[in-house]
């Protein structure tokens, strides 16, 4: 059987569909053929204290004494945190019980402690892998005991079958989108040259987009300017910890303002896209093949040494290479700064297929996003319950392109975000105080008893579902029940009465029941709902506190509407989310605030002679301020030059 460990066997698809797509290789090609792939978890610093500890006795809140100063995810061992903290080593030397534990525990340090199973990988055979190697069972697939490294040694067919979540957000989009248009978008056809999609990955407006969400892929975004997909693919693999020392140059080189050059004319055609810098795994095989006359095959084992640092490998591959070099007609001392060079990278390459693939994925949802954003944020939005910051961040992206996301409604919400015209109706199960096992009740419920005539109708069904008079509190100041035209303060002022007309037709004929009067009470004023807005929803959902200001003042800005103004003077009204204070090296005081208003977060200087004077401002303070917006690599930076104080926290 042929060694097979090509790299690139990488399958993806909707998280949702991965059981099955496993369950019907098992069927095609037989159940003991087909295995996942064992891993063995290694005893970390901190768990090998926890589980010697255990054996021999000690107390828990000793051991806590230690694990107080190891983080949860870390590379370093007990002997570093020994050497490097003086009060871990103090504990130690101080308790005899202690320094017995940490003697133990070093011993053990890095043996596996448990097995458990790869992410992704499967592996298939041509015959039973019973005849090849040990297996085991787990959760109804056969698992190699051996890991993944042998299983290639072996020869076996090792795939990653990847379930990705946003592979079903497109699924879900698209399902959509053919529901509100009756539109049916082939997913393989959607062009990659959309002048509208290009633009979006220039603005970085990325909110929601696979792998472009972050800050730092933000930023790396704006200086790059990609101007067509080839360049989006290449930020995803340029993007790493280990190729990011290339970026500067890269966009330098981009844009022209550095020169492109190859230490051999041969290099030319591999790297030419990538202006001369190697980014991708592809292209050491294509240098060794065109320079040193490698087989695609002999340039993959070529690719793997490098990849895992293995000095003899590649000991004997450096001579192999300088030795292919010559017989091609290039220089020994040439051919050798060559391997030095592709050495130097191979340890951060990235593959070109692994990085097409997501930046497929990640283009066609900025697709989506910009032809078709209702459906777009009505999924993103719904894949991000759960997550407050997340919920806040989307939301005010959507209510910002004037996307209408409306209060929850006891008929039409659902537990997840739901689409109907031109409105998305919030969730039950993004309600603080209801969650999904309640929103599972609400929903039965209504399938059983709905549409409801009268709020007396909702209630007894609700109390028949099982929901608690505190639930339904937290339904009606969410205003789950406004359709029936009761202000919330009837509702709540009467919850027992309507508890009781709940209870009682629990086991009677409601026509046996005298339904309750309900007396009309006064709303709310609007400043109190929004406050239990943002308590239940995280975010304010009707308005924002701002916006009772913006008919008072003139020539008001939006957030969003911020970057149209670079280098002019602005003034906005905002409510602080957040205030750092810090001291210069002079010694003054000076702050950074994050701003909210209806439509975006951002971020506001107040330098030290403006902010002596605001010394009192913090989190909730409503302000108008004036500034100057600067842009520094395309990033927003407002800073402040007046502020006035409209409503303090």
Request: contains cysteine; proline residues 4%.
């Given at each position: 059987?042929?060694?097979?460990?090509?790299?690139?066997?990488?399958?993806?698809?909707?998280?949702?569909?991965?059981?099955?797509?496993?369950?019907?290789?098992?069927?095609?090609?037989?159940?003991?053929?087909?295995?996942?792939?064992?891993?063995?978890?290694?005893?970390?610093?901190?768990?090998?204290?926890?589980?010697?500890?255990?054996?021999?006795?000690?107390?828990?809140?000793?051991?806590?004494?230690?694990?107080?100063?190891?983080?949860?995810?870390?590379?370093?061992?007990?002997?570093?945190?020994?050497?490097?903290?003086?009060?871990?080593?103090?504990?130690?030397?101080?308790?005899?019980?202690?320094?017995?534990?940490?003697?133990?525990?070093?011993?053990?340090?890095?043996?596996?402690?448990?097995?458990?199973?790869?992410?992704?990988?499967?592996?298939?055979?041509?015959?039973?892998?019973?005849?090849?190697?040990?297996?085991?069972?787990?959760?109804?697939?056969?698992?190699?005991?051996?890991?993944?490294?042998?299983?290639?040694?072996?020869?076996?067919?090792?795939?990653?079958?990847?379930?990705?979540?946003?592979?079903?957000?497109?699924?879900?989009?698209?399902?959509?989108?053919?529901?509100?248009?009756?539109?049916?978008?082939?997913f393989s056809k959607i062009p990659l040259d959309d002048k509208k999609t290009i633009l979006l990955f220039q603005k970085a407006d990325t909110t929601g987009i696979f792998q472009f969400e972050s800050a730092g892929m933000r930023q790396f975004l704006r200086q790059l300017a990609p101007n067509c997909f080839e360049d989006i693919f290449a930020a995803i693999a340029l993007f790493r910890p280990g190729a990011a020392p290339n970026i500067p140059s890269y966009i330098r080189r981009k844009h022209q303002e550095e020169a492109i050059t190859y230490l051999d004319p041969v290099l030319e055609p591999i790297l030419k896209n990538t202006y001369g810098i190697f980014i991708y795994q592809e292209q050491i095989m294509q240098v060794a093949s065109a320079y040193a006359g490698?087989?695609?095959?002999?340039?993959?084992?070529?690719?793997?040494?490098?990849?895992?640092?293995?000095?003899?490998?590649?000991?004997?591959?450096?001579?192999?290479?300088?030795?292919?070099?010559?017989?091609?007609?290039?220089?020994?001392?040439?051919?050798?700064?060559?391997?030095?060079?592709?050495?130097?990278?191979?340890?951060?390459?990235?593959?070109?297929?692994?990085?097409?693939?997501?930046?497929?994925?990640?283009?066609?949802?900025?697709?989506?996003?910009?032809?078709?954003?209702?459906?777009?944020?009505?999924?993103?939005?719904?894949?991000?319950?759960?997550?407050?910051?997340?919920?806040?961040?989307?939301?005010?992206?959507?209510?910002?392109?004037?996307?209408?996301?409306?209060?929850?409604?006891?008929?039409?919400?659902?537990?997840?975000?739901?689409?109907?015209?031109?409105?998305?109706?919030?969730?039950?199960?993004?309600?603080?105080?209801?969650?999904?096992?309640?929103?599972?009740?609400?929903?039965?419920?209504?399938?059983?008893?709905?549409?409801?005539?009268?709020?007396?109708?909702?209630?007894?069904?609700?109390?028949?579902?099982?929901?608690?008079?505190?639930?339904?509190?937290?339904?009606?100041?969410?205003?789950?029940?406004?359709?029936?035209?009761?202000?919330?303060?009837?509702?709540?002022?009467?919850?027992?009465?309507?508890?009781?007309?709940?209870?009682?037709?629990?086991?009677?004929?409601?026509?046996?029941?005298?339904?309750?009067?309900?007396?009309?009470?006064?709303?709310?004023?609007?400043?109190?709902?929004?406050?239990?807005?943002?308590?239940?929803?995280?975010?304010?959902?009707?308005?924002?506190?701002?916006?009772?200001?913006?008919?008072?003042?003139?020539?008001?800005?939006?957030?969003?509407?911020?970057?149209?103004?670079?280098?002019?003077?602005?003034?906005?009204?905002?409510?602080?989310?957040?205030?750092?204070?810090?001291?210069?090296?002079?010694?003054?005081?000076?702050?950074?605030?994050?701003?909210?208003?209806?439509?975006?977060?951002?971020?506001?200087?107040?330098?030290?002679?403006?902010?002596?004077?605001?010394?009192?401002?913090?989190?909730?303070?409503?302000?108008?301020?004036?500034?100057?917006?600067?842009?520094?690599?395309?990033?927003?930076?407002?800073?402040?030059?007046?502020?006035?104080?409209?409503?303090?926290?």
């Amino acid at each position: 059987m042929e060694i097979t460990s090509n790299p690139y066997l990488s399958a993806y698809f909707p998280d949702q569909y991965r059981d099955q797509v496993i369950q019907y290789v098992k069927e095609k090609y037989g159940e003991m053929q087909v295995a996942g792939i064992v891993t063995f978890v290694p005893l970390g610093a901190k768990q090998v204290l926890r589980d010697v500890a255990r054996v021999l006795s000690i107390p828990s809140y000793k051991v806590d004494l230690l694990s107080h100063y190891i983080p949860a995810f870390t590379k370093d061992k007990l002997k570093d945190f020994y050497q490097k903290s003086a009060d871990f080593r103090m504990n130690i030397e101080q308790d005899a019980s202690l320094k017995k534990l940490y003697t133990i525990a070093l011993k053990f340090e890095g043996f596996p402690r448990h097995t458990s199973s790869h992410a992704a990988g499967i592996v298939m055979a041509r015959r039973p892998l019973e005849e090849i190697v040990p297996l085991t069972k787990s959760d109804g697939l056969y698992l190699t005991a051996y890991p993944m490294e042998y299983l290639e040694e072996l020869g076996l067919l090792k795939m990653d079958f990847l379930g990705l979540r946003n592979l079903t957000l497109i699924m879900h989009i698209l399902e959509d989108i053919f529901q509100t248009t009756g539109e049916k978008i082939d997913f393989s056809k959607i062009p990659l040259d959309d002048k509208k999609t290009i633009l979006l990955f220039q603005k970085a407006d990325t909110t929601g987009i696979f792998q472009f969400e972050s800050a730092g892929m933000r930023q790396f975004l704006r200086q790059l300017a990609p101007n067509c997909f080839e360049d989006i693919f290449a930020a995803i693999a340029l993007f790493r910890p280990g190729a990011a020392p290339n970026i500067p140059s890269y966009i330098r080189r981009k844009h022209q303002e550095e020169a492109i050059t190859y230490l051999d004319p041969v290099l030319e055609p591999i790297l030419k896209n990538t202006y001369g810098i190697f980014i991708y795994q592809e292209q050491i095989m294509q240098v060794a093949s065109a320079y040193a006359g490698y087989s695609l095959g002999e340039a993959d084992i070529l690719r793997r040494a490098m990849s895992k640092k293995k000095k003899e490998l590649l000991k004997s591959e450096e001579e192999r290479f300088v030795k292919g070099a010559i017989a091609n007609g290039h220089d020994k001392e040439k051919a050798k700064e060559i391997f030095a060079l592709i050495l130097n990278f191979a340890g951060y390459g990235f593959n070109r297929s692994h990085s097409v693939a997501y930046s497929l994925i990640a283009y066609k949802m900025a697709y989506l996003k910009c032809h078709y954003p209702k459906e777009f944020y009505c999924n993103i939005l719904s894949n991000v319950i759960g997550s407050d910051t997340k919920l806040k961040e989307y939301m005010m992206e959507a209510k910002a392109i004037n996307l209408e996301i409306v209060k929850p409604d006891i008929h039409k919400s659902e537990a997840l975000f739901r689409l109907e015209g031109d409105k998305i109706y919030f969730p039950f199960a993004a309600i603080k105080g209801i969650g999904s096992v309640v929103c599972k009740q609400i929903l039965q419920a209504r399938e059983k008893d709905g549409p409801y005539q009268t709020i007396f109708e909702a209630i007894s069904s609700l109390i028949r579902a099982k929901l608690t008079k505190k639930q339904i509190e937290t339904l009606i100041q969410a205003g789950a029940f406004d359709y029936f035209g009761y202000t919330r303060r009837t509702l709540l002022g009467e919850i027992d009465a309507l508890i009781n007309y709940g209870e009682l037709t629990k086991d009677l004929d409601p026509s046996l029941v005298l339904v309750p009067d309900l007396p009309f009470k006064e709303e709310y004023k609007n400043s109190e709902l929004l406050e239990k807005e943002y308590s239940l929803f995280g975010f304010y959902l009707s308005s924002h506190p701002t916006s009772k200001y913006q008919k008072e003042e003139k020539d008001i800005l939006l957030l969003n509407q911020l970057e149209q103004h670079f280098n002019q003077q602005i003034k906005v009204l905002i409510m602080i989310e957040k205030i750092k204070v810090i001291e210069t090296k002079k010694g003054d005081k000076m702050a950074f605030i994050l701003g909210s208003d209806a439509t975006k977060l951002v971020d506001f200087t107040i330098f030290p002679q403006l902010y002596q004077k605001n010394t009192s401002l913090k989190k909730g303070d409503i302000i108008l301020l004036t500034g100057v917006i600067e842009k520094r690599y395309n990033q927003l930076q407002v800073i402040a030059n007046n502020i006035i104080l409209k409503e303090g926290a």
